[in-house]
Nanobody
């Protein structure tokens, strides 16, 4: 199974980016998928997750700004990021789990998001 992220880049404060995670197999086989991020000198943190059914999860700092979605037909996971802040600067990783995202089974290689002031 391969997860390939894209969509990162350099954006100014207040700007938007849309991250994509293309999966080499049916994402329907993963009950839980999401996006982690890791900033320099900080631990990796779960930013948003979306189970096959149910409401999405977001950390408090991105609520109202980020939207996670799953496209089962395209086998792709998305993260729409609006009103970006400098503190959102990090490497963003797509993750997939057959059980729970607290212990992902698969990771992408990461895509860098840099927000400048």
């Amino acid at each position: 199974v391969q997860l390939v992220e894209s969509g990162g880049g350099l954006v100014q404060t207040g700007g938007s980016l849309r991250l994509s995670c293309a999966v080499s197999t049916s994402i329907f086989s993963f009950p839980d998928m999401g996006w982690y991020r890791q900033a320099p000198g900080k631990e990796r943190e779960l930013v948003a997750s979306r189970r096959r059914y149910g409401s999405p999860y977001y950390i408090d700092s991105v609520k109202g700004r980020f939207t996670i979605s799953r496209d089962n037909a395209e086998n792709t996971l998305y993260l729409q990021m609006n009103n970006l802040r400098t503190e959102d600067t990090a490497m963003y990783y797509c993750a997939a789990s057959k059980l729970t995202l607290s212990k992902p089974d698969y990771w992408g290689q990461g895509t860098q998001v840099t927000v400048s002031s």
